[in-house]
C-alpha cells in the first residue's frame, strides 16, 4: 500500500510542478509543496497506523480565544 502511495503522489507531482514552474509560480509551488507534504504525512501515517495529533485541535486551539474575545465584544 506504501508502494500504491507514493505512486500517486509522485503522480500529482510529475502532473502539477512543471506547469507550475514553467509560469514562474513561486508562490504557488511553495504553498503546493506546504500543502502536499501535510497530506504526505497524514497519508503515510494512516497506512502505517501511526498516531497523529487531530488537526481540528490545533484548528481550535487557534480560534478558541478568537471566538472567546469575539463574544466578549460583542455581548
Known amino acids: 500500500m506504501v508502494y500504491l502511495l507514493t505512486l500517486i503522489f509522485l ?4 502532473f502539477e510542478v512543471p506547469g ?4 514562474k509560480m513561486w ?6 509543496s506546504v ?3 501535510i497530506g504526505m504525512i497524514y497519508s503515510y501515517g494512516q497506512v502505517l497506523d501511526i ?15 478568537v471566538s472567546q474575545y469575539l463574544d466578549q465584544v460583542l455581548s
Open 51 to 65: 498516531p497523529l495529533p487531530n488537526p481540528t485541535k490545533g484548528i481550535e486551539a487557534v480560534f478558541k480565544p
Open 20 to 23: 507550475l514552474v514553467r509560469k
Open 35 to 37: 500543502l502536499l507534504v
Open 11 to 14: 503522480g500529482i507531482i510529475a
Open 27 to 32: 508562490r504557488e509551488l511553495a504553498a503546493f
